[in-house]
């Protein structure tokens, strides 16, 4: 059972654009949300996440909007740029029912056309 | 500071065959997690150990897998009899502890069976 939606598939943007992407999930049990960052070759690396007593949480250019009355979470990237150009996970934890395992998304490759 | 290693980084073995996949975790890191990625998709959960103790096993797909991490440091996974539905890119990856929640992703290894 696929518990994390995640869309686009794809994404393509331009240089200084927002790139936004969404994930939605069934389990209300779940009690964090990670991002997760993926360059061709290498592991995924944690980009930034968020536990649902807050609605929004930022780092930089990149931010996490929570909606947990409609079970959604999704990133903006602010001023993408070309270094951004990566595939995208967004994850989901339940730390009491499931231990510390991640249940992912099917990821979104984003490109940022210069 | 070194990170997640494993290897070999990349197998290619017969239907048949039996392979060990390793993973030597960050110095300290008490958590470990083994995941499967198939081409265009999210890591998978396999199973996870604290320490010596395999917490969580869910994920593994048949008893043709199996994992140990004997002294709470290196853990290996392996495969018996491998069928080429097993080939994929095999993650490991590891955190402080399960409370803890970032986990730090290796390169993976990439098994190809024929």
């Known amino acids: 059972q696929q518990q994390v939606k995640q869309s686009p598939q794809s994404l393509i943007v331009q240089k200084g654009g927002i790139s936004i992407i969404n994930c939605a999930y069934e389990n209300t049990a779940f009690d964090y949300f990670p991002w997760y960052q993926q360059f061709p070759g290498k592991g995924p690396a944690l980009l930034i996440a968020?536990?649902?007593?807050?609605s929004e949480k930022k780092e930089g250019r990149f931010t996490i909007s929570f909606n947990k009355s409609a079970k959604q979470f999704s990133l903006h990237i602010m001023d993408s740029q070309p270094g951004d150009s990566a595939t995208y996970f967004c994850a989901a934890r339940s730390l009491y029912n499931q231990g510390g395992k991640l249940i992912f998304g099917q990821g979104t490759e984003l490109s940022v056309k210069p | 500071g070194a990170g997640v290693s494993q290897s070999p980084r990349y197998k290619v073995t017969k239907r048949g065959q039996d392979v060990a996949l390793r993973c030597d975790p960050i110095?300290?890191?008490?958590?470990l997690y083994w995941y499967r990625q198939a081409l265009g998709q999210g890591p998978e959960f396999l199973t996870y150990f604290n320490y010596e103790a395999q917490q969580d096993k869910s994920g593994l797909p048949n008893d043709r897998f199996s994992a140990e991490r004997p002294e709470g440091s290196i853990s290996t996974l392996t495969i018996q009899r491998t069928e080429q539905r097993d080939s994929a890119m095999y993650r490991c990856?590891?955190?402080?502890?399960?409370?803890?929640?970032?986990?730090?992703f290796g390169p993976g290894t990439r098994l190809l069976v024929l």
């Open positions: 990856a590891s955190s402080l502890a399960t409370l803890q929640e970032t986990q730090y």
């Open positions: 110095s300290g890191h008490v958590s």
């Open positions: 968020i536990r649902p007593d807050v």
